[in-house]
């Protein structure tokens, strides 16, 4: 079992950044049955919205045409963490944060349904 945690939300300014981190306790994320990992975020009352995910050997990423070139999504499977670095924040970006994991390589890294571990969320606040 892997548990996730997101740590890293607050309330900032429009055009500020911010980097939000999830760390993995249980199984290494390196472990073989660790795969892609992603981001996504939901507002009330809306469905979880993909924002980013990142391979197992980070080699490959992808990213919401929102957030294409605000967000950077990185790992280090050495201290079982994932951050997402968010620069130039919009009040649109406004939600809570989850990161989730999936435990195989391959996947629609778009859907939720394609993970198996989720952490708790984070709220971001944007004002502007």
């Known amino acids: 079992q892997v548990q996730l945690g997101e740590s890293g939300g607050g309330r900032v300014h429009s055009g500020a950044s911010q980097r939000l981190s999830c760390a993995a306790s249980?199984?290494?994320?390196?472990?073989?049955?660790?795969?892609?990992m992603g981001w996504f975020r939901q507002a009330p009352g809306k469905a979880r919205e993909f924002v980013a995910a990142i391979s197992w050997s980070s080699t490959s990423t992808l990213y919401a045409d929102s957030v294409k070139g605000r967000f950077t999504i990185s790992r280090d499977n050495a201290k079982n963490t994932v951050y997402l670095q968010m620069m130039s924040l919009k009040p649109e970006d406004t939600d809570v944060y989850y990161c989730?994991?999936?435990?195989?390589?391959?996947?629609?890294?778009?859907?939720?349904?394609?993970?198996?571990?989720w952490g708790q969320g984070t709220q971001v606040t944007v004002s502007s």
């Open positions: 249980g199984r290494p994320l390196s472990s073989y049955t660790m795969g892609f």
């Open positions: 989730a994991a999936a435990s195989k390589v391959y996947g629609i890294w778009r859907a939720p349904e394609e993970y198996d571990y």
